[in-house]
């Protein structure tokens, strides 16, 4: 173990546009770099969207090569705390960890972001398996605490993740700039939906509650930002549908504060969720959410009050709240306005000096014992 700085090491699958990786791009924007050092690696070669937004926050990425267990062993072997946020990665760590001396192994910790019964049996298997070697736990919502092994449970910490209010402040008139080039017309009711293609996301329950929605409540337009895997197959189910530009596959956008300004409604309809980041942005640019009740949604949504909940893959549901949110003006007015409150709930600032404080306790622990493992 070093004297200095504290070293961190974190662990990531990719930088792909994710919730995971926008949470850990939030806490490398405020971390304290006079008693931390930080080291980020990634394995996935497709995933490099935030590549550039890490550099500009003075953390340079390193994407390790395909055989990389040397690599990360010696990564292992340089580092004070390792925090993953893989479950497959988190696996790997624990594991390496053991091949080195005693003295050289770092304190292990890991954050679930995801509900377990997300990840493939053999991923839940081997993280259960591993995860005592763990120093410490955490997962970003009771919901995915409570998703998790029952013999595991109580070791997880719920910590919430927050954002950085400040990032989403954007000037005068973007609000009617974006609904121009939009072509929205100022009566029309804009949903907005950030989610990346992939199946947890459920956009065949989306785009179905859209056209069920459509001919009940013509006011409503739909934007959805977001890439992945199942790129061609939704731009062929939007065809199937017949949504036309009512509902826009708007593909990977950086521009989302100013895309927040110009909606009136964010909305997910997804079948599995963790802390989603976008409801927290949502909430802090005043949109009312309409959501599925998965994950940890509705520890963030409060039913009628500042959104309205449904549950997983009832498009039926999905598009009654559509309805029933475009309809009401001045209900979806007081829900946007008790939307704002909910986002003062959410500081990146207050999660990240908690982890700070776990980090040094546990760092400063292994140094007294002359060993990183507890």
């Known amino acids: 173990m070093s004297d200095g700085p504290i070293r961190v090491l974190w662990l990531v699958k990719g930088l792909g546009p994710g919730g995971a990786e926008q949470l850990l791009l939030l806490s490398a924007q405020v971390a304290d770099r006079t008693r931390f050092t930080h080291r980020l690696i990634f394995v996935r070669p497709d995933k490099t969207h935030l590549v550039a937004d890490f550099e500009a926050a003075g953390l340079v990425p390193e994407l390790l090569p395909a055989h990389r267990v040397r690599d990360m062993r010696a990564a292992l072997a340089q580092a004070d705390v390792v925090h993953a946020h893989s479950p497959v990665l988190a696996s790997e760590a624990r594991l390496l960890s053991l091949t080195l001396p005693r003295a050289q ?8 972001h995801n509900e377990w019964t997300s990840h493939r049996r053999p991923t839940r298997a081997l993280n259960a398996l591993t995860s005592p070697l763990d ?4 997962a970003v919502s009771e919901q ?3 998703t998790t092994w029952a013999t595991h449970r109580r070791r997880y910490e719920v910590l919430i993740h927050g954002i950085d209010p400040q990032a989403l402040v954007v000037p005068d008139g973007t609000r009617e700039r974006l609904r121009r080039e939009l072509a929205v017309a100022d009566d029309e009711v804009l949903v907005l939906t950030v989610a990346n293609l992939r199946a947890n996301k459920d956009y065949p329950n989306l785009m179905r509650a859209a056209q069920l929605a459509l001919p009940r409540a013509p006011r409503l337009r739909f934007v959805a930002v977001g890439q992945g895997p199942l790129a061609d197959e939704m731009a062929a189910r939007h065809a199937e549908l017949g949504l036309g530009d009512r509902f826009w596959l708007a593909g990977y956008r950086r521009d989302i504060p100013e895309l927040m300004a110009a909606a009136d409604v964010f909305a997910l309809a997804s079948a599995h969720e963790g802390l989603p980041v976008a409801v927290m942005e ?3 640019a005043g949109l009312p959410v309409v959501a599925t009740r998965v994950g940890g949604i509705p520890g963030q949504v409060r039913d009628g009050v500042d959104g309205l909940l449904v549950p997983r893959r009832d498009a039926q549901a999905l598009a009654a709240a559509f309805v029933t949110i475009a309809g009401d003006d001045a209900g979806r007015s007081a829900m946007g306005a008790a939307a704002r409150e909910s986002a003062g709930r959410y500081d990146i600032r207050v999660t990240m000096a908690r982890q700070e404080t776990m980090y040094r306790r546990l760092a400063g622990r292994s140094r007294a014992q002359g060993t990183g493992g507890d």
């Open 105 to 112: 192994r770092p304190v292990l910790i890991s954050t679930e």
């Open 135 to 138: 120093a410490h736990r955490w």
């Open 282 to 284: 949502a909430f802090a």
């Open 144 to 146: 995915v605490r409570d």
